[in-house]
């Protein structure tokens, strides 16, 4: 069986999430794992057995391989992408898509124009959770969904930013813990809405992160899709410890609650537990979730059987796009209704 080539650009925190799936997927092949950083590579390169480079532009070269994995800072998404993608190699990035809007809508651009993929890396749509309220929307079981909460109360020390300085800066990370930390959230709320944005209020603080960041630690919004379902989110870096998220989804005939991957239905006024994953994730990072596996080995099934892969740039970009809605209102201190995403 010829095994598909990969690399990973980027050898920071996120980085064993992809290079571990990466080494058990028996038709893949990690071949080369890069670094501007040239120590951090050559660490990686000798734990998964391939090579190093400190400039991804090798990759250009690279005929072996096929797929490149970016887990870089937010603002070099949209750059390198587009680069791979215009050499024909398909791209899995790191969400968010891109920094800002603008950057998103040049790399969908890109990838439009490309014969190769672009995946965009939102995990927790592959949840069992998240899968079986997605179900239950879908099926009508519970009548139509009328309204949903999500709130998510993490902590992120000043230690996280001055760690990596291209966090907490509005160049390099394209804001603060809505765009990194909370937009898994926001993801899940507009992917359970199945619509485009009508309306969107809400504002940013920075509460708590203010002597090391000049983006945001802390935002709430309420936000009105077109089909008529209201979301109401609050999101903070601010919190003692990273709770487990929590999600509530009001339907015309019972009410959803989404929490550590679990789902309980209360109906008639008693409450069942309908979902618990066979798999929980546990310990300091669990808030990521456990899915990077299933979502790494479906783009690759996809890639390998010629099938476009559903969360692309389009896909891909919505999240990003209400994240920067948010960000509008809070400047204008006014509910947003004809702000362009794209700009
Ligand atoms: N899906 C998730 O749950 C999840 C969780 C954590 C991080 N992430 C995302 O992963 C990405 C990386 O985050 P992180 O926390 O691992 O960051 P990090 O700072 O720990 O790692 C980034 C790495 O990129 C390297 N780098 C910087 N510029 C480079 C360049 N020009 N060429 C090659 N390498 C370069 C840095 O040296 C560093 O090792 C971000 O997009 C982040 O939002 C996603």
Not at 139 to 150: D, E, P, Q, T
Not at 254 to 271: H, I, P
Request: aromatic share 8%.
């Amino acid at each position: 069986m010829k095994k598909t080539g990969a690399a990973i650009v980027g050898c920071g925190t996120i980085f064993a999430q992809h290079a571990r799936v990466l080494s058990e997927i028996e038709e893949t092949e990690l071949r080369l794992v890069v670094d501007s950083e040239l120590f951090k590579a050559e660490r990686e390169a000798e734990i998964y057995g391939c090579e190093a480079a400190a400039d991804y532009r090798v990759i250009l070269e690279r005929p072996d391989i096929e797929v490149v994995h970016l887990c870089t800072p937010h603002h070099l998404h949209a750059p390198m992408a587009e680069e791979l993608l215009a050499a024909g190699k398909h791209v899995l990035t790191e969400k968010p898509i891109a920094h800002t809007p603008k950057a998103a809508e040049s790399l969908r651009a890109a990838a439009a124009k490309s014969s190769a993929q672009l995946g965009v890396v939102f995990q927790n749509r592959y949840n069992e959770s998240s899968r079986r309220i997605r179900e239950l929307i879908d099926s009508g079981r519970l009548g139509r969904l009328l309204c949903m909460k999500g709130i998510v109360t993490w902590s992120r020390l000043p230690e996280y930013y001055t760690a990596n300085p291209w966090r907490g800066s509005w160049a390099t990370e394209g804001g603060g813990m809505l765009i990194n930390q909370t937009i898994h959230t926001l993801d899940l709320l507009q992917w359970f809405a199945n619509s485009d944005v009508k309306r969107i209020a809400g504002c940013i603080t920075t509460d708590s992160l203010g002597d090391y960041i000049e983006v945001e630690d802390t935002a709430h919004a309420c936000i009105d899709f077109s089909n008529g379902i209201r979301a109401l989110f609050y999101g903070t870096n601010a919190y003692l410890t990273n709770s487990p998220v929590e999600l509530e989804l009001i339907f015309e005939q019972g009410t959803l609650l989404q929490r550590r991957d679990c789902v309980y239905l209360l109906e008639n006024g008693e409450e069942t537990e309908i979902c618990r994953p066979s798999q929980i994730a546990e310990g300091v990072k669990s808030y990521w979730g456990v899915s990077h596996g299933l979502l790494i080995r479906d783009f690759y099934h996809h890639v390998r059987e010629n099938r476009p892969f559903w969360l692309d740039a389009e896909e891909g970009s919505r999240a990003l796009q209400i994240v920067y809605g948010i960000y509008a209102a809070s400047q204008s201190a006014a509910a947003i209704t004809r702000w362009d995403p794209k700009a």
